[in-house]
């Protein structure tokens, strides 16, 4: 349990995982079971990310992007994810800032340099991180709006799975195979919720 009263719950992967399907189906199944429960995602919505990539996108690089998706999180911490947590609430959060140390170290910011920027953010209680194949993603998406298509290039995303690896391997995140059927992938998310929700 968070420090906060509530459980703050992260889901992350590269886009074609399932992040926010499933998600969407743990919020409506802890809800059934009596939870109160907030989804939320990132980057959130502040003028800081808006800025970078409409007024600033020319001068963008790993690290300009690193500090301006750090200030828009400790912006939603404040005024979205700490007030649910503070009346009980489980916050499901698609995407935190181990994207960041994913993505931001793909374009070539030191992964640790991207973890340290972010130590002032919450930590959350639990973090599964949704592993697939940057293929199969790609694959899924087809077709598909993307918020952020710059990061969607295939080789980048390989590198960015190697860093989501690095991380579990740190113990940072919970490794949930997403290159089976939705299903599968869903019932393992939920059973490793349960084990960890101690209300």
């Known amino acids: ?8 719950l992260v ?22 079971k009596g939870f109160n429960v907030h989804y939320t995602y990132e980057p959130y919505n502040t003028l800081y990310v808006e ?3 409409k007024k600033y996108n020319e001068y963008r690089d790993a690290y300009l992007d690193a500090l301006t998706y750090a200030a828009d999180r400790l912006v939603h911490i404040r005024t979205e994810i700490l007030p649910y947590l503070r009346r009980g609430y489980i916050v499901i ?17 030191p992964i640790e340099w991207v973890l340290e920027i972010n130590k002032y953010a919450l930590k959350p209680d639990l973090t599964i991180y949704l592993d697939v194949d940057p293929a199969i993603g790609v694959k899924r998406r087809k077709g598909l709006n993307t918020r952020f ?21 740190k113990g940072y995140m919970v490794l949930v195979d997403a290159n ?3 299903d599968k992938v869903y019932r393992d998310v939920e059973k490793i919720v349960l084990e960890h929700l101690v209300f």
């Not at 349990?1 to 703050?8: A, H, I, L, Q, R």
């Not at 889901?11 to 059934?32: H, M, N, P, Q, W």
């Open 11 to 32: 889901l992350e992967g590269i886009d074609g995982a399932g992040k926010t399907s499933i998600a969407f189906k743990l919020r409506d199944f802890l809800v059934e």
């Open 180 to 182: 089976r059927e939705f």
């Open 1 to 8: 349990m968070s420090e906060n009263n509530g459980f703050f």
């Open 93 to 109: 959060c698609d995407r935190y800032y181990y994207s960041s140390a994913a993505y931001q170290s793909a374009q070539g910011a």
């Open 149 to 169: 298509p710059e990061y969607e290039k295939l080789d980048f995303l390989y590198r960015v799975r190697e860093n989501y690896l690095w991380l579990v391997d």
């Open 51 to 53: 800025a970078l990539k």
